[in-house]
């Protein structure tokens, strides 16, 4: 008879299938005699370096034959460098095919499908992604409403009180992520992959840097919910003490990539003791078991083999049907527009929270403006003003980078959450760039307010619009920019040296220094590439262009009351600029913009697919 079991959170599917219940069969996870080779380098990738054969070919797992039973804590232990993480890596569906050189990993019988396992379990890595001025209910709340279809904010609130009381989170549920104490933080990475209700949930050291009692929580918690709801519950643990291995069911040893023993500690205590080992009162047999590891021999590792329809019977795993494979890969829980408004509220709380992005950007943008507007006070002589233009672009252009470490973090949680199937990268893009909207057009005019009367630019209401308008582009670019590069940078030190190289050579093929025909033919891409040419020639077009630049002079014969030798208009024709310019620029700005924001999407979109692949 073939049985299901009702998960936590099953709801009774009222929209089709006649009224029935909506659950979900259980998973048995399967690796047969898989073997995984070592990936290339990522030093070797980016700096050219060659690779031995040896090293090309060394296998990170060697004929590995385990399985993780639905209702059961299965546990990957073994040695530093044995394939823990590696193997918890395949069994979540995050490994790389191509790597794979043997063998095959099945789910209840069948072969695996990578992208559609992935949107049916959780996989919470050793390191946590979380975004720290977030409290942990918004933590948790943001999760849902993005993991669970139809979940409005009360309903994404209701799971996250639900798990927040299962997780022993209730009391910090105010705090801030950054504040909670470490084994805090772990039970919130495991509720955010938790709040879609996952069949399998998949671990990585979740009690390291744990102290005794949070690990021993942490781990009788997920052995709970693998008995209660009879999931399938896979972590790699590093020397647990007793009480943690009495929650154990089953163990997979692992030593140099090869299973040394798959079963209960029962079964591994009894085939130590066969082999004539005495195990110490004082040391647990998982420990004494790494110590005299060479004992046991691969050859032997799994206690029984089980054919995969015997384990259905056996444990009531019913095969993964067509019908639940289409629901599982039915598409994201939310449309493109939805995401964008969840992702732009969770992004604009932890920009509101970020002093560095948000309170001291504000007033770095108007103690800017006052102290260069002090220097630039007054100044009335041509060359004043083309300095300040071109200073005030250089401090705007280099002043977004402190965004970059914000993005790289970012993109940490982005691979994460898109890997699982959370949301697109297209939406965390298009809410990136919303949210800056509003944020850097508020600094835009705490700069420009200040510096644009002290220094005495025109008079006017519209110039001081269009000025303004210059910074806010600028810094648009600027930011775009960043966001951008962030998408390909490995590391902030990287990325930070990249962007500061850049942004020097714009500000070199601006013209300013070397006018654009004097500069070679085979550097003039860099001048019409360069994001100080544009802004630079609007400002200059806003202040000297017009009726009213036309009739400023700017340079007499014979001293002041002289002939008019330049105005307005003639500085123009002699820079080659012209009144057009005021508006062809702005487009060509905007352009900017929206270019880096889609070559930021294709990065992070390959990237994503890479890993989803």
């Not at 996989?123 to 942990?136: G, I, N, R």
């Not at 705090?175 to 955010?192: K, P």
């Not at 930070?496 to 850049?502: E, K, P």
């Not at 001048?527 to 040419?533: D, P, R, V």
Request: charged letters at 20%; hydrophobic letters at 45%.
């Amino acid at each position: 008879m073939e049985a299901t079991v009702m998960s936590q959170g099953s709801k009774v599917d009222t929209n089709g299938g006649g009224g029935g219940r909506r659950i979900r069969p259980r998973y048995r996870i399967e690796t047969r005699a898989l073997s995984y080779v070592l990936p290339p380098r990522g030093a070797s990738f980016l700096w050219g370096g060659a690779k031995t054969k040896a090293e090309e070919g060394r296998l990170l797992l060697r004929g590995v034959t385990c399985e993780a039973p639905p209702g059961e804590l299965v546990a990957i232990v073994g040695p530093s460098g044995a394939g823990k993480t590696t193997l918890l890596t395949v069994l979540a569906g995050s490994a790389d095919p191509a790597r794979v050189a043997a063998g095959e990993v099945l789910v209840n019988g069948l072969p695996m499908d990578a992208a559609r396992f992935r949107r049916a379990s959780g996989y919470v890595p050793q390191d946590d992604a979380l975004f720290p001025a977030l409290t942990v209910e918004e933590s948790l709340v943001y999760s849902a409403r993005l993991r669970l279809r139809a979940a409005g904010g009360a309903a994404a609130a209701e799971r996250a009180r639900e798990l927040m009381v299962e997780l022993g989170l209730r009391h910090v549920a105010a705090s801030r992520v950054a504040d909670v104490s470490g084994g805090e933080r772990r039970r919130v990475s495991i509720g955010m992959d938790l709040v879609h209700d996952p069949a399998v949930l998949l671990l990585d050291e979740p009690t390291s840097g744990l102290d005794s009692g949070s690990a021993l929580h942490i781990v009788k918690m997920l052995r709970d919910m693998a008995a209660a709801h009879g999931k399938t519950v896979v972590l790699t643990i590093h020397q647990p003490g007793f009480r943690i291995l009495e929650l154990i069911d089953r163990v997979v040893l692992l030593a140099d990539g090869a299973v040394r023993h798959h079963g209960s500690l029962d079964f591994l205590q009894s085939r130590l003791i066969a082999t004539g080992h005495a195990i110490p009162a004082h040391v647990n047999v998982l420990e004494y078991a790494m110590e005299t590891i060479d004992s046991l021999k691969p050859d032997v590792a799994v206690a029984t083999t089980i054919t995969t329809a015997s384990a259905n019977r056996e444990n009531n795993v019913a095969p993964v049907g067509p019908g639940l494979a289409s629901a599982r890969r039915a598409g994201y829980a939310n449309t493109p527009a939805a995401e964008v408004r969840i992702l732009a509220g969770r992004f604009t709380k932890t920009v509101l929270r970020s002093p560095q992005l948000f309170a001291a950007r504000m007033a770095q943008s108007v103690l800017a403006g006052a102290f260069l507007g002090s220097i630039f006070l007054g100044a009335t002589d041509l060359q004043s003003r083309l300095g300040f233009f071109a200073f005030n672009l250089t401090y705007l252009l280099s002043s977004t980078t402190e965004a970059l470490p914000v993005f790289l973090h970012e993109r940490r949680i982005l691979e994460r959450e898109t890997t699982r199937g959370a949301y697109r990268v297209s939406s965390y893009v298009a809410s990136n760039a919303a949210v800056f909207l509003p944020f850097l057009l508020a600094a835009a005019l705490l700069y420009a307010a200040p510096v644009y009367w002290l220094v005495g630019l025109a008079r006017e209401p519209a110039a001081f619009a269009y000025f303004a308008l210059v910074v806010w582009l600028v810094m648009l670019t600027a930011n775009s920019f960043v966001a951008c590069l962030s998408a390909l940078a490995p590391n902030y030190i990287v990325g930070n040296s990249v962007v500061a190289g850049l942004i020097g050579c714009f500000f070199l093929f601006s013209g300013y220094f070397v006018a654009s025909k004097n500069i070679p033919r085979y550097w003039v891409f860099m001048h019409y590439a360069s994001l100080f040419k544009y802004p630079f020639e609007a400002l200059v077009v806003n202040e000297y262009g017009g009726a009213r630049g036309a009739r400023e002079c700017l340079a007499s014969a014979g001293g002041a009351g002289g002939i008019c030798v330049l105005d307005g208009a003639g500085l123009l024709r002699q820079q080659g600029m012209r009144e057009g310019m005021r508006w062809s620029n702005l487009g060509v700005m905007l352009g900017f913009v929206v270019g880096y924001r889609v070559l930021c999407f294709a990065f992070l979109w390959f990237r994503c697919h890479r890993m989803r692949r």
